[in-house]
């Protein structure tokens, strides 16, 4: 396990930085929906803070690393990189893939009403997770398998929220219309589709993973070992030629 970072190269913190500038300016654009404890109750929202959370952290950690020269941080960006985002990106594909799905099916009502709507629908249901998938493949991820301690806490995650919904609920305080009359069986029902849509997400996020290993980081390989090899025979056309040259 390799905790420690050899570099990080000039693109790689360009792209970061930016994603992190046009997250904050979303985040505080749309504060009307963010900056509010009432966002609690939305798992679209905690997602976001904790994906926001992530990149910012992460990008501290970029900083230390790349301006500071500093490796102080790196042992929390292993974390991060390793171990926080195989919990937490999941999460954001499964919002954005049920809000899409149900905008499709018009199953979503008032979420493009005006330009702060919209704005914050496209935020936090597409953007955020480019800007994670795009972290994924740029920086240093190490490939992940499943594992069920991973997806014990994804689990506890979706567990949490389920609680606040019943909390909600028992408070006349309903965050999704149609838990409005429910019964308890049909609650359950729900409860354990969302368990199993939450399965999917952790398994497309293992996927994508894979896909960076198979055509990025292998290409890359190759592209290193081409190179280390044209040096190998520039240095042996040279040494050949001088070996020539003192012979003559």
Known sequence: MNQIRESITLSQFIITSAINVVDTILFFLTYEFTLTYHALKYLTNITLYFNSTYLFLAFICDISFFILKSQKLEGFNYFLRNKFCNIINPMSYLVSLLFWILVACGG???????????????????LITIFIIVDLFIHEHEIHKFSLFTFAFIFLYIFCYIIIIIICRANNVYVYEFIEDISVGGFIGYALLF??????????????????????IKNKEKQDFNEEVNKIIQMSDFSKTSTDDEVD
Do not use: R
Not at 108 to 126: Q, R
Not at 204 to 215: G, N, T
């Open 195 to 216: 368990i199993i849509l939450t399965f999917g997400a952790y398994l497309l996020h293992i996927f994508i993973l894979q896909l960076k290993y198979k055509y990025i």
């Open 108 to 126: 979503i009502i008032g979420s493009f009403e005006t330009s702060k709507d919209t704005l914050f629908s496209i935020y936090a249901h597409l």
